[in-house]
Structures are given as C-alpha cells and as structure tokens.
C-alpha cells in the first residue's frame, strides 16, 4: 500500500460537510488540473531566457491558479449542466445532480474561487490581468457550446489554454508572436485530441439528451481525425521551437511526444469507456515530457551560444592575423 494518499482517497476520508464541496471541484479526478497546468509550465518554460531555469515562484503561482481556475470551471460547468448530469450514468452523483449541494452554495463556491483566482492574476503585470480578465467569457460560456454546436472542444481548448498566453504576456515579448500563438495553436488541438477521447464516454447519453460534441461528430471516422489533429499539434510545436531556437533536447521531447500522440490515438478503443479514461490522463506524461525538453533546451541555450561565441572569436583573430601579414 502506497504512504502517499492518493487524492480520491482523501476526498473520501474528508468531513461529510466538506466532501460535496471537493467533489464538485473534483479534487478527486486532479488529471484536469494538470491538463490544465503543463501548458502554463511549456509557456513560462519557453518564455525562460537561455541559460535558466524556469521560475520556481511562475509554475508556483500558475499552478496554483490552474488547480483554482480548474475548480471554478467544474463548478460553472455542473450549475450550468444539473439537468443534464442527472440523466448520464456518469455524472449522476455528482453534488448538484444528486442534491448534496445546493445551487447558493455552489454559486457561494464560486465566488470564493473566483476571488481567489483574482488575487493571483492581480500578482502579475497588469498586461497580463487584462489577458487573464479576457478569459472569462470562454470560462462562462464553454458550457453552452456542447447546446449549439458537435465542436465544444475548440472552445474548451481555447478556454483551458488561455494561461499560455498569460505566461507569455508577463515573461515574454508581445512581438514574438511567432513563438506564443504556434504554441497555443498547439495546446488547442492537443486539448481536441484528449477531450474527444474522453468524450466517447458519455456519446450514448449524449445521444440521449441532446448534447453534442466531437465523439459524435467524428464518430466511427474519430481516428482519422484525431491522427490530423495529432500532424496539427506536432507542427505547430515545432513551428514554435524553430521560432525560439530551440536546441535538440526539444525536439528529442517532440519526437516522443509525436510517439505519445500516435500511441494513444492507434490503441483507444473508442467503444471501452475504461480505455478511453485511461488515455485521456496518459496525456499528462505528454506534458511532464515536453516540459523537461523544453527546459533542457533552454539550459543549453547558453552553451551553445558560448561555442558561437569561442568560435567566432577565434575565427576574428585568424582574420586579424591574415590582416597583419599582408600588410607587414
């Protein structure tokens, strides 16, 4: 048996008064969280100048912000979707749709995680407030898009990757939109990628109660799809990694990131519920390699502009000295 509690395991054991309150955050279910934070960590990390690690006090505070920012969606996500969540076996127990929570308490809840989330946008500069601000139309109406339309997963990609361009908005340079739009083109269809997986598992009662969304949009042609998604992603990331020079620790993480994409997508079994849950969080791996590559690269960076440098040098002085012997 593991020493570290497991997060399921410690919403269990909390207080009965307490415990609506986490699930309907899903503290529980935390993949959705990091799903949300690794893009924040690929932005800051890229956003790092050459030479340096990435602010241990930035991924602080972004994740922070991603584990709040998470919860309040969830808790926007379930007020707007009651109704619906007490159709589908999935989402029948959670607190709204079972009754363990009220509406005033939900939306008291929401409060306070909004409020908190504010207090840390307000840590930034205030270019990256009104960036963050911005966002909460997406936030809002994320949920309406599954009513209206088979494509909510751009929406949602759009809404849970937001924080790249926040990052890039307090560490980088507006001008390089080269850089932070490729990457956020990415991290957008990444999240189509792993949202329309995780979405197969509810297309029987989505059918049902009249939700759309990508699963059943693509239906039997998913793969397909999601394969073109997957060329998307891998282009856009190294779109972004040519725009900042990146060294070749990133593109060894790309390479095995394209390897994670192709994996998931070949062998999800789209008609096995447990299979599809199970990609979907393979997708944080995903993220803890991209990361690593990114920092990697970063750090040698300087070293190979050392090198440039020595060279560059040597190659002044070997003129220099042809200069001196013609005219001697």
Known sequence: MSLI??????????????????QIMRVDKPIGTWLLYWPCTWSIAMATPAGQLPSLYMLSLFGAGAFLMRSAGCVINDLWDKDFDKQVERTKLRPLACGSLTEKQAVGLLAGLLSSSLAILLQLNWFSVAVGASSMALVVGYPLAKRYTYWPQFILGATLNWSVLIAWAELGHVNDIGIFVPLYMATILHTVIYDTIYS????ADDIMIGVKSTALRLGADTKKWLSAFGVGTVASLTACGMASDQTWPYYVALAATSAQLGWQIGTVDIDNGSDCWNKFKSNSWMGV??????????????????????VSSVEEIGENEVDDVVVN
């Not at 509690?5 to 986490?22: D, E, F, H, R």
């Not at 197969?200 to 297309?203: A, I, L, R, S, V």
């Open 5 to 22: 509690p497991t997060a399921s395991s410690i919403v269990a054991a909390s207080p009965p008064n307490l415990k609506p309150y986490l």
């Open 200 to 203: 197969h598992q509810d297309k």
């Open 289 to 310: 390699i991209l990361f690593s590559g990114i920092v990697a690269s970063t750090l040698l960076k300087e070293e190979e502009k050392a090198k440039e440098a020595k």
